[in-house]
């Protein structure tokens, strides 16, 4: 894998790796005081979709069969519900250690809720507000909630950013520690790549504002962990658009969930878990099948080698 992660990169291919990694680290940064900064940051999300066409095709390991639907499936449901568990997981121990974050979460979640409520000048809440002007209170609903989503689309391109950052950190172990690469001992070396991506992912979800120590080290702890389950997802599935999916669809359900409809990711997490079930079922019988197709054609075989011997 990490012979394929490291082939020769060309001039315009190393330019996109740095403005997907760097470029977009120093706009994320910017964005706390400038709208355009954000726009940019938007704009480098959307393109690395483009430049994913071309890392992906570094992650993918020679098969004798490709896998089918059914199977491809199978990997993403049951990707999504591990991802699912060590983000429990994750917020369990985030909820107990660091204390300080929670309760700055919990306020914003709170403030942005209050704020999606149609007020008054005196602060009382209209509830003819949606009567008064039916198709524009319709309009100004689509755009809150679709931009929200296309944010949390924009942020499961953050796998790219962390392909990107993953390939040219093994490029520079490659050429710092070239007797150890040669040796073949390139595992420890994607261990580090994933563990440092995963620290600059909770380090990154914490660059767009300014927040106290207390509260900015239990933001990069728990985000880090949540990276770290995408690169392990990342690398077991080898698949780059299937953990993009994954992060993406989650965060959707977890602003549907904190915003808009209670319990969204325990419901969208449900409906994974039947779906999950269903296709293990088509695939078990599947492989019956096929296994009885087999079984005449070994038996065939037995008998036409019997009467070669006889």
């Keep these: 894998m990490t012979t394929d992660l490291t082939k020769p990169i060309s001039r315009k291919l190393l330019i996109a790796l740095l403005i997907v990694t760097f470029g977009a680290e120093i706009l994320l940064y910017l964005t706390r005081y400038s709208s355009l900064a954000s726009t940019l940051y938007d704009a480098v999300m959307v ?26 499936m199978l990997q993403f449901t049951g990707a999504f519900l591990i991802f699912f568990l060590g983000s429990m997981f994750v917020n369990v121990f985030s909820s107990l250690t660091f204390e300080d974050f929670n309760k700055d979460y919990d306020q914003y979640v709170q403030d942005y809720t209050e704020s999606q ?19 524009g209170a319709f309009f100004e609903k689509v755009d809150l909630i679709g931009s929200d989503i296309f944010t949390d689309i924009l942020a499961g391109l953050e796998e790219v950013w962390r392909l990107a950052y993953i390939i040219l950190l093994l490029v520079v172990c490659k050429k710092v520690f070239p ?86 990711v325990e419901y969208f997490t449900l409906g994974i878990v039947i779906v999950h079930l269903c296709l293990l079922g088509f695939e078990k019988s599947h492989q019956k099948r096929i296994l009885r197709q087999m079984i005449p054609v070994q038996e065939d075989g037995f008998e036409e080698v019997s009467q070669q011997i006889e």
């Design 117 to 135: 409520s149609f007020e008054v000048e005196d602060g009382v809440e209209d509830p003819s507000a949606f009567s008064k002007e039916p198709s």
């Design 179 to 264: 007797r150890r690469w040669e040796s073949g001992s390139r595992d420890g070396f994607l261990m580090a790549a994933l563990f440092i991506t995963s620290i600059l992912f909770g380090i990154d979800h914490t660059l767009d504002t300014e927040q106290p120590w207390s509260i900015r080290i239990g933001a990069i702890v728990t985000f880090a962990n949540m990276g770290l389950l995408f690169g392990i997802i990342l690398v077991w599935t080898r698949n780059l658009w299937l953990t993009v999916m994954i992060h993406a669809l989650y965060d959707i359900s977890a602003t549907l969930s904190w915003y808009y409809i209670d319990y969204a």
């Design 47 to 72: 393109s690395s979709f483009f430049i994913g066409w071309k890392l992906h095709q570094r992650l993918g390991k020679k098969q004798e069969s490709p896998k089918r639907p059914l199977q491809l």
